[in-house]
């Protein structure tokens, strides 16, 4: 099942945060959240563990929740670069198929 | 240089045509998959693959088809039975549970 991805979009001027949310009604093995610029490719930015642990890229961090099956991405101080849109990918099955959720778009201004 | 290589870049089809989306890997992945991409949509999976000569539908596998002959290739078929194929094609590999890397997407048009 697809997990659910909040807010839809969000605009921001440069050097503000934004928190992005990704919540699942499944018992989640890993989540994966990507980037995509507009036309390309979505690129890999980490991979959170069930274990509760934190990573960061850069000054994009995130956290997993496992008892809430939820995963947020933390965009801080967010720089033009940050724009694009956000997809979260969740394992849950045995063999590691990833679900993509709708994905949150994130406009960046200068 | 390890990658994911995706072409065409562009392809246009005719009505009543398949066309033969490519996509080799030289990352040494057993996994491979096929996404669909629609405007302002997110990633839908059409097939995917875990081994050579092994391959599993998707979410979306009507009017599509793969093949895995080899470890390095797995190409996608859009067949005729697809009646709205216009979308931006990404495929992408994993070892296992690890992260799926992407290939650069090809995008198929319509004539």
């Known amino acids: 099942q697809q997990p659910v991805q909040s807010p839809q979009a969000v605009i921001l001027r440069e050097g503000e945060d934004a928190v992005i949310n990704c919540s699942s009604s499944k018992a989640l093995y890993s989540v994966h959240w990507y980037r995509q610029k507009h036309g390309e490719a979505p690129v890999f930015l980490m991979i959170l563990l069930k274990g509760g642990e934190q990573k960061g890229h850069e000054k994009i961090s995130a956290s997993f929740n496992e008892k809430k099956q939820q995963s947020s991405l933390y965009l801080t101080a967010s720089q033009l670069s940050y724009s694009g849109t956000y997809f979260c990918?969740?394992?849950?099955?045995?063999?590691?198929?990833?679900?993509f959720g709708a994905g949150t778009q994130v406009v960046v201004t200068p | 240089d390890g990658g994911i290589t995706q072409s065409p870049k562009y392809l246009f089809r005719k009505e009543g045509q398949n066309v033969t989306l490519s996509c080799e890997q030289n990352l040494n992945h057993d996994a491979m998959y096929w996404y669909r991409q629609d405007p302002g949509q997110g990633l839908r999976l059409i097939y995917y693959?875990?081994?050579?000569?092994?391959?599993q539908k998707g979410d979306i596998a009507e009017g599509y088809s793969v093949s895995r002959e080899k470890k390095e290739s797995f190409p996608l078929t859009v067949t005729s039975a697809q009646k709205n194929p216009t979308a931006f094609y990404l495929c992408?590999?994993?070892?296992?549970?690890?992260?799926?890397?992407f290939g650069p997407g090809t995008r198929l048009l319509v004539l």
């Open positions: 990918g969740t394992v849950a099955d045995s063999w590691g198929k990833l679900q």
């Open positions: 992408a590999s994993s070892i296992g549970f690890e992260t799926q890397y």
């Open positions: 693959s875990q081994i050579v000569n092994d391959f």
